[in-house]
């Protein structure tokens, strides 16, 4: 049957195009109308097949001709990075802002999207639009991509009109935590290539140099000649490289195990308790959870989101089982029409300063505005904690890789001082 494209406005004057299969121009005028549409232009499509199906594509079709797109496996076909969806939500919410349609403006970042996954998805969305549904549920068609916060967040903006701003929200709060978290990452980067350093240069010394030394100190000292440290450092290099595959499959054992008890609800929070709870480390990871927490309830709550729902999306987004739980324990507090400041002073988890600026919020019924300010005050946290971990990390890695290979070194000198001092006799 043959095929026909064509260009139409809705009821309320949007356009929109599409491929149908009729029998002639005339049917393919006919079948549109039925829809409720008005055809402002209809052409045939010549030699398609597997144009279009027999409804409106969308935004899946090109209006210059057909769009062929070969489907490869999920594996093949990567992820979304959150760089990628911010970037898309940003301008999403600059295209709505300036006035145009959401199908267009979906149909617009459709043409420009290089993402797989992405550009799926937006297709999806554009039918789904098309095809009658809202936004926040064609969103919730694709979880691997928009989490709750996100959907919640949209659902809201179409309830209050205000999808535009919404958006912008979302573009926001996306772009602060993704650079709350490039600033957790750079702390993390030097402490992690001196370790890999120190590993390479110590298996190195391990397996390649004390048993030249172990060799010439048999030779000259005998079996039993070895002091304690000396005979310490040359077990550990014979362990080292003789049984490598032992240690790196014992590692590799630990590790599996370590994660398949974080998916247990007690190993979760524990993990996530001593997380917290670690030198140096703990309070940036404490500050980040507080920042984030913070400025997601503080997002949703002034997009209209109800606050016990809020609630529960921060819960399920906090990435810290600890957290969660303070949070759940919130939750509760509201539902029995209590305050949020009790249950957080209770859980030990928050600063004063949290509990009292959520305090004053309540007072004054500014809540979502002071919880975005404690969001900034602790974004400003962290900023401070990263440059004086990076400062501190420097000369405590320094220390630890002088006292390894100093170690070594003294091991190895401790038998050759006896051999020069009976060589001299």
């Known amino acids: 049957m043959p095929k026909y494209r064509y260009v139409a406005m809705d009821s309320k004057g949007s356009e929109t195009d599409g491929v149908l299969d009729a029998e002639n121009q005339s049917q393919a005028i006919a079948l549109i109308r039925s829809k409720g549409f008005f055809p402002t232009r209809v052409v045939p499509v010549d030699g398609s097949k597997g144009a279009g199906s027999k409804h409106t594509k969308g935004v899946g079709e090109a209006k210059g001709g057909l769009s062929m797109e070969i489907r490869l496996p999920r594996f093949l076909r990567g992820r979304v990075r959150p760089k990628q969806l911010m970037t898309f939500t940003r301008q999403l919410a600059t295209l709505v802002e300036a006035g145009l349609p959401l199908l267009r403006g979906l149909r617009i970042l459709l043409k420009q999207e290089k993402n797989v996954l992405l550009r799926e ?133 630990v590790v599996v195990l370590v994660k398949l008890w974080r998916r247990t609800e007690m190993g979760s929070y524990l993990l996530d308790k001593f997380k917290l709870r670690t030198p140096l480390f703990g309070g940036l990871f404490r500050k980040s ?90 974004d400003d946290e962290v900023d401070t904690t990263v440059e004086g971990l990076t400062s501190i990390i420097e ?30 006799q």
């Open 395 to 424: 000369p405590v890695m320094i220390i630890f890789l002088a006292v390894i290979i100093g170690t070594i070194v003294i091991a190895m000198f401790i038998p050759l001082i006896s051999i020069i001092t009976e060589m001299s």
């Open 289 to 378: 959870a507080i920042a984030r927490l913070s400025r997601t309830l503080g997002t949703l709550m002034n997009s209209g989101v109800p606050v016990l729902q809020a609630l529960n999306i921060v819960r399920d987004t906090s990435g810290n089982e600890v957290i969660a739980r303070a949070v759940q324990h919130v939750h509760d507090s509201v539902k029995e029409g209590e305050t949020m400041a009790l249950p957080l002073e209770s859980s030990g988890e928050f600063p004063d300063m949290v509990v009292s600026m959520v305090d004053v919020g309540e007072e004054t019924g500014a809540l979502p505005d002071m919880l975005l300010r404690i969001a900034d005050n602790y």
């Open 121 to 253: 998805a937006v297709n999806g969305m554009g039918e789904a639009v098309e095809g009658g549904s809202t936004f926040s549920e064609a969103l919730g068609q694709y979880p691997g991509i928009f989490d709750n916060l996100f959907v919640n967040m949209v659902k809201a903006g179409e309830a209050g009109g205000v999808l535009e701003v919404v958006l912008a929200r979302l573009a926001e709060f996306m772009e602060k935590a993704e650079k709350i978290k490039n600033k957790v990452k750079s702390a993390m980067i030097y402490p992690v290539v001196v370790m890999v350093a120190a590993i390479g240069i110590l298996a190195f010394l391990l397996v390649f140099v004390i048993p030249r030394f172990e060799v010439i100190f048999r030779d000259l000292l005998g079996e039993g000649g070895l002091p304690p440290l000396t005979q310490f450092v040359i077990d550990v290099s014979n362990l080292v490289a003789h049984r490598w595959m032992y240690i790196l499959g014992g590692i590799f054992v």
